[in-house]
């Protein structure tokens, strides 16, 4: 009897195939999966596989990373990777990396043709290809009103240029849809949206919204909501409400329309920029402020426990898909895929400011899965998360009919 | 653990499922037998067979057949399951209903034992139930989440073939994986 008991237990693993091990694993959270490549030998193969990454990726939902912005105060995200540039002597080097895996590769920038202002680093993926690569905008020292573009496709050693650009300024928290990134100058006006496509490398317009003669009357930030391009504007004057336009038809002017309207308590802060819609009907909203004792300590609201956070300067949050994508596999061309804290550190040294732990790489990271309605959290550090405060509004929004 | 406790209930629960649908479709339904590996006969309706793409294919290659399909990779214990999942979907492809369906599928998982679970999943893969391959892998994901290395050894019965250095090695490499784990 004993004898068979112990066979069942021992068939059940081998029951299961590696196929179907996969799936179930790739739907855990990054932070789960991490620690399962101690299970056993098998399942640590299977996580650090290729087809794992792949398969993991399709299903990750996206996620906040919170970081430190470096000195030189350029940085870019996408999806996997991380891009950093270091601040100080480390100016014309700029880092890929994957923070999951503690990876990252060194790519060197050639800065002197640059002005110092004015250039920003962007990570992207190929629509069809699969190729990561870095688009590099930049004014050049004597030109300074016609900007130029470079792109750098990772495992290729080298920049290409791409002719003229327009320049980005900044990317909001995610901007990223059909492969293309997007961004606008938020001046008086907005008249139209740009766009970078980085499977056929063009430069593109889009339509922005049919806001008041283009006048922009408030602070505004893009993003991506239920897969559609989304204009975020808090109105400078009554009534103060906050409009999120979506671009239901990508590319479409006459498609763009107002889906929520929020009209809050009170609008003590200035910017405002909804970053992920959750299933529950929850929107988490990142409110950016500097006045004002009220703002000092915040509160985020997390399964039913509230975290207490704290301003701290220069972070930011950023987009980010939790990936077990190696950069080995993506980077064959590289001189070297560095992997190990040690190495690593060498990142957040001139970048750490936002930290107290040098040993952390100088973010935290929060991961919100909104697969099943439910919020988790993990976060890189002991110390409780400072950063800008994100408060999860509750729905209060009303579908406002176009 | 249970699998001697088990085995009488498993005689009586292989006997429900051909009794119901005996007295309940003597009238209509064309009904199919099917063999499990452990030589039991499962007789089905025609419209729960069809459910298993497995089967589907069987029929469509061979139209006039009146065998009974042998399934040589399925067990009856986790077969009976697997035929109630079905019977209960079957009701929502004729009345689509999202949230009833989902609640039915919670309901479903939510009484089952992790070892019910873990055996229906390559009986779902083989006859190539694809709504309830999902339902068992997100359950056993979800039943796995934020648990130790030590809980989920268990809940697989799989044996620790690390050395405890490169365990240790291991968990130093993410450290804070390791962090804020539910307690088993």
Known sequence: ?402 | MSSSAENPTLTTEITKPSTEIATETAQSAKKINLKTSDDQIFEVEESVAMEFATVKSFFEDAPSSTDTVPLPNVPAKPFSQVIEFCKEQIKFKANPDETEKKKSNSEFVKEKTNEDLVEMIPVANYLEIKDLLDVLNQAVADRIQNRSVEYVRSFFGIDNDFTSEEEALLREEHAWAFEDVDED
């Open chain 1, 1 to 402: 009897m004993d004898d068979t008991k112990e066979e069942v237990a021992n068939t059940i693993v081998t029951k299961l195939s590696e196929d179907l091990m996969i799936d179930i694993l790739s739907r855990l959270p990054v932070k789960t999966i991490l620690s399962f490549m101690c299970v056993c030998k098998t399942w640590l193969r299977l996580i650090s596989d290729k087809d794992f990454a792949t398969h993991h990726l399709s299903r990750s939902p996206p996620g906040i990373l919170i970081k430190a912005l470096p000195e030189g105060g350029i940085s870019s995200i996408f999806h996997a990777f991380q891009i950093v540039q270091t601040g100080g002597e480390f100016r014309n080097v700029i880092h890929v990396c994957n923070p999951i895996l503690c990876e990252h590769i060194k790519i060197h920038v050639d800065d002197h043709k640059a002005c110092l202002y004015g250039q920003y680093f962007a990570l992207g993926c190929s629509a069809t290809g699969k190729k990561y690569k870095v688009l590099w905008t930049f004014n050049q020292n004597d030109r300074h009103r016609n900007p130029k573009a470079e792109i750098y496709t990772i495992g290729t050693g080298q920049w290409r240029s791409i002719g003229n650009s327009f320049s980005i300024e900044r990317l909001d928290f995610d901007t990223s849809l059909h492969g293309c990134i997007h961004w606008a100058r938020y001046e008086t006006s907005l008249e139209c949206i740009f766009s970078f496509d980085f499977e056929t490398e063009q430069f593109k317009r889009l339509p922005a919204p049919p806001l008041c003669d283009g006048n922009l009357d408030g602070f505004s930030r893009l993003g991506v909501l239920k897969d559609c391009l989304s204009l975020t504007v808090r109105k400078w004057d009554a009534p103060y409400e906050i409009v999120v336009w979506v671009m239901n038809e990508y590319g479409v002017q006459e498609s763009w329309s107002k889906q929520f309207l929020f009209k809050p308590d009170n609008l003590h802060f200035i910017s405002c920029e909804p970053l992920i819609l959750l299933r529950t009907g929850k929107i988490f909203i990142l409110l950016d402020e500097e006045f004002g004792d009220w703002y000092n300590v915040e509160k985020i609201i997390f399964r039913g426990r509230i975290i207490r956070c704290e301003n701290v300067e220069d972070t930011r949050a950023i987009a980010y898909t939790p990936s077990f994508v190696s950069l080995h596999h993506i980077a064959e061309g590289e001189e070297q895929v560095l992997r190990s804290n040690s190495d690593l550190t060498e990142i957040p040294k001139s970048s750490m400011r936002g930290s107290e732990d040098p040993t952390e790489k100088g973010d935290w990271i929060n991961h919100f899965s909104n697969s099943r309605g439910q919020v988790c959290f993990f976060k890189r550090s002991n110390t409780f998360l400072k950063f800008m405060r994100v408060i999860v509004m509750q729905t209060q929004f009303n579908q406002v009919k176009s």
